[in-house]
């Protein structure tokens, strides 16, 4: 018996028939999790179990953890997604939750930011007001660099509507000490969020949007690891960058 995960559905006030609705499983699945300890659900059907139970994979199925854990360069790999839409829109809340000294922001429009995560400016707010460094390294609107992605992408709500919905929440913010934005265009193919010592890394395929590319979650682990040159790789963009603040000053943005 898994009583694990029977607790926390116990503790949801969930059904198994409300958990098999929720994994996008026949309800006789979700009764097979229960009653056999040893079985493990695949990966996606775990991710949507703990995202509907409030739960981490390593209560309701630890054996899952143990097997995927690694000692070799790779031990940074948290966790790899074959879509950044396919990962529960509560780690990325856990994520920012967590951080304390450092939160970098390096999508190109981090638009689905807004998007997915509910209140997300009152939770900057707080991070910059309790100490944490918050920062946003967005793509140039204006830049060639932009507009040859638009133009790849091919979609209605362009990379332009996006960078400024961004652009417009950041205004809300510019009160609070903290909380930087700069523009820059190196990060057009490749999106990498950090939170203290972890990290999301997105590359960005041809021809897709950032919610359909690969999601690769690491963790610091080692010096000059992924981790550290992910790291250094935003940094030096954020060195090359401009303030977003010198554009509005200038009425541009």
């Known amino acids: 018996m898994n009583h694990a995960l029977r607790r926390a559905m116990a503790d949801a006030k969930m059904t198994e028939a409300q958990l098999a609705g929720a994994c996008g499983v026949d309800v006789k699945t979700v009764g097979r999790w229960i009653t056999d300890s040893n079985r493990v659900p695949h990966a996606r059907h ?3 179990a703990c995202e509907a139970l409030g739960e981490k994979e390593a209560a309701l199925w630890p054996n899952a953890v143990r ?3 690694t000692t070799g360069p790779d ?3 948290v966790q790899v997604f074959p879509y950044r839409s396919a990962a529960p ?9 967590k951080a304390r000294h450092e939160l970098v922001f390096a999508g190109y429009t981090n638009y689905f930011l807004w998007l997915e995560q509910a209140n997300l400016a009152g939770a900057l707010r ?3 007001e309790g100490g944490c460094r918050v920062r946003f390294l967005i793509g140039d609107p204006n830049s060639p660099v932009t507009a040859d992605r638009e133009a790849e992408e091919d ?3 362009t990379l332009s509507t996006r960078i400024a919905v961004t652009l417009n929440e950041l205004e809300k913010l510019r009160d609070v000490c903290g909380i930087e934005g700069r523009f820059e265009t190196g990060h057009v193919s490749l999106s990498v969020f950090r939170f203290d010592d972890e990290m999301i890394v997105t590359p960005i395929l041809a021809r897709r949007v950032g919610h359909d590319s690969p999601m690769l979650h690491l963790r610091r682990r080692q010096a000059d690891g992924m981790f550290d040159r992910f790291a250094a790789h935003v940094e030096e963009l954020w060195s090359r960058g401009r303030d977003i603040r010198e554009t509005r000053h200038d009425g541009q943005a």
């Open 89 to 97: 829109a509560s780690l990325w809340k856990s994520l920012v939750t």
């Open 75 to 77: 031990r940074e790999i």
């Open 126 to 128: 707080r991070k910059a």
């Open 155 to 157: 979609v209605p709500l």
């Open 46 to 48: 775990r991710w949507a």
């Open 67 to 69: 097997s995927a854990l």
